[in-house]
């Protein structure tokens, strides 16, 4: 599968900036009307603003989810076709994950089966070669992220 760079410096700011307009504060401002904030004694203005801040934080991150999984879905949708040792490997390496990364696993075959299922279930059986080519490879680059994740932690 080709790998694609993107690199932007300023891309998350940009987006940032582009979904909730404080790129236009400066920084002494924010900190100024903060000061401000804790020294009131309206606890429920704080509170509000607070709430209405971590609100706009909550919609930009949901909407770079978003983003991110329409991206990866374009990166995926042009890999090669995954030989029949890749999937065994894949089938492999899915078994060896932690307990707590098969969520994330099943969460990117129903997104790309269109399914979902609203009740959790302790076990789920997955047949690889039923599964589309840009799965098989969502899965691959996301097992992968674990591993490499767990390594650089150890």
Known sequence: CKRQKISSSNAIRDLYADESGYANNKAGDVNEGLKFLLESEDSLQLEETITRHSDELDAVLNHMQVQLEELLDSVVSKCRLMAQQEKQKLCKLIQELPPKNLDR????????NGKSSDTPSDEMFVELEE??????????????????ATRLSA
Not at 105 to 112: K, L, R, S, T
Not at 133 to 148: C, E, G, H, S
């Open 105 to 112: 696993v099943v969460e990117i075959i129903q997104a790309h």
């Open 131 to 148: 599964q589309g080519n840009a799965t098989l490879w969502r899965l691959y680059f996301y097992v992968k992220a674990v591993q490499n």
